[in-house]
């Protein structure tokens, strides 16, 4: 009976040791993704004066634009086309991290 409960242990550190380490790839792959799609969105974003450009930033795994008109232009109005620079940018940098996580 011992054999039973030390195999159910050594399983258990395992298990709980892949999780850690999944966790930590996870995480890992968030911020570099995050980091990516900064990147992403401050080359694709259109620039008359640079101030978007400029106000984009990155708290924790968000990407964003403080100023008022930053939405507009990323998804347009009834006066102007949609300039999607941010949400193409995360959905490629994403879908590539993701990938790349499940070859590991």
Known sequence: MADVDHNAESVSRW?????????????????????????????????DTGDLRDSLTRSGHEVYSPLEYAPHVALGT?????????????REVLETEVKRLESR
């Open 15 to 47: 298990i709980d040791s892949e999780r850690r380490d999944f966790a930590g790839q996870v995480e890992n792959m968030l911020d570099r993704a995050t980091e990516r799609t900064l990147g992403e969105a401050q080359d694709r974003v259109p620039v």
């Open 78 to 90: 009834i006066y102007q086309e949609a300039q999607p620079y941010l949400w193409d940018a995360a």
